[in-house]
Every structure is written in structure tokens, then in C-alpha cells.
């Protein structure tokens, strides 16, 4: 059973507005990563998070934003959605220092219509 | 040119056979391999890590070829269980550096 879980695990939304998606982390887990899964494409990197502070970034505009709290979870914010903006999105987390160490949640299903 | 790339697949294979995956990376820098394993709608499972010495787990044996940055995973006796997508992963380091994915190789093991 994961460690890392994500909520909502569904959610559908309009063109133009904007959505919130939240990971709680493995206890002990300070880096946190979101990943973009469009459908039949493997994980894109959206950005990483260390100690509360944004550490690495894909690329991706700046409508996409994040951030992480003092007890590990995180929360990955999209303004201005877009259909492009429909795919699976994934937390991972990791203790850092261990890049083979990554739990990644069950993801949230956004659906932007 | 994409970071990793796979055989586009799909595998479908009758159980019993062997079936093997190639990856190749462009990034020179890349310091750690991976394939991770995702069932259909769920979230990737890491399937093993991949050393310059090759390595084995059962039914499954990886290896890892830095000079052609080539990647290979291989499963023997396939199960219907093994019915799944298998992506090869790469990074930069062993340390905070993202996961750089494929696209991914969806298998499907027929009985």
C-alpha cells in the first residue's frame, strides 16, 4: 500500500478555471514531485519541491504552480486550464538524497472540458 | 530527439515467452536506470533499478550498455500477470533530480 496519497482521485472541470490537487507525503519524505501523464505518454516533470522551496522545474508555464507545507504535503495549483490541461497527475515523494527511492501516490484524473 | 526512447509496442506475447524491451538515452550525464511498471489507470511501481553489472530479479533481468546508452529488460516465462506498460526511467543522479520517463511499452500476455 502506498505511502502517498493523493485526493480528489477524480475531478472534472471547465476551460478557464482553475484547480487545486493535493498529495500528503510519506512521513519523513522532504522532496516532493509532480508529474503530468498524459494519455499514452509517459510522466512529464511539472516541478520539485525541497524543504518548502521550489528546487527544479520542467517545462512548464507558470500558470502551473505548487507548493509544499511543513508537514510534507504539498499541492500542485493550474490556472487558466486548458483541454491539453486533461491527464493523470502524480505525486512522488522521496526521503531525498535517494533518487531510486520515489513512492508515487495513485494520482488525481483531471478532466478539463 | 526525445530523452528516453522505447519500442513503441504493443507486445502481445503468448505465456510462456520471452520478451524483451530496449530503451536508449540521450542524456550522457544520466547516472541512474530504472524500469517502473503501471497497470492500466494506476500509478508507476518501480520494477527494478538498473546497474552497469546487470542485474536479475526471477523472471526479469536488466542491463545497461553507458557507452551505447542502451537499456534492456528482459522476461522470461511471461505470466498474464506481467500484462502491463513498462517504462524506462532515467536521472540524473542518485539525488534530487527528476525522473526523466519514456513513453512506455504496454504488454500483453495472451494465455
Known amino acids: 500500500e502506498t505511502g502517498v496519497t493523493q485526493s480528489p482521485t477524480h475531478l472534472i472541470k471547465t476551460r478557464g478555471q482553475q484547480v487545486t490537487l493535493r498529495c500528503s507525503s510519506q512521513?519523513?519524505?522532504?522532496?516532493v514531485s509532480w508529474y503530468q501523464q498524459a494519455l499514452g505518454q509517459g510522466p512529464q516533470f511539472i516541478f520539485q519541491?525541497?524543504?518548502?522551496?521550489?528546487?527544479g522545474r520542467g517545462n512548464f508555464p507558470p500558470r502551473f504552480s505548487g507548493l509544499q507545507f511543513p508537514n510534507y504535503s504539498s499541492e500542485l495549483n493550474v490556472n487558466a486550464l486548458e483541454l491539453d490541461d486533461s491527464a493523470l497527475y502524480l505525486c512522488?515523494?522521496?526521503?531525498?538524497?535517494?533518487?531510486?527511492?520515489?513512492?508515487f501516490g495513485s494520482g488525481t484524473r483531471l478532466t478539463v472540458v | 530527439r526525445k530523452e528516453v526512447e522505447q519500442d513503441p509496442g504493443p507486445f502481445n506475447v503468448p505465456e510462456g515467452a520471452t520478451v524483451a524491451f530496449n530503451c536508449t538515452y540521450s542524456?550522457?550525464?544520466?547516472?541512474?536506470f530504472f524500469w517502473y511498471r503501471q497497470d492500466c489507470r494506476k500509478e508507476p511501481k518501480l520494477l527494478m533499478s538498473?546497474?552497469?553489472s546487470g542485474n536479475e530479479d526471477g523472471r526479469f533481468t536488466a542491463q545497461l550498455n553507458r557507452a551505447s546508452q542502451y537499456i534492456s529488460l528482459l522476461i522470461r516465462d511471461s505470466k498474464l500477470s506481467d500484462s502491463a506498460t513498462y517504462l524506462c526511467?532515467?536521472?540524473?543522479?542518485?539525488?534530487?533530480?527528476?525522473?526523466?520517463f519514456g513513453k512506455g511499452t504496454r504488454l500483453s500476455v495472451i494465455a
Open positions: 519541491y525541497y524543504r518548502e522551496e521550489e528546487n
Open positions: 542524456n550522457s550525464a544520466s547516472q541512474s
Open positions: 538498473v546497474y552497469s
Open positions: 512521513s519523513g519524505h522532504n522532496t
Open positions: 526511467v532515467v536521472s540524473l543522479n542518485s539525488g534530487n533530480t527528476p525522473l526523466v
Open positions: 512522488a515523494s522521496n526521503r531525498g538524497g535517494e533518487g531510486y527511492g520515489y513512492t
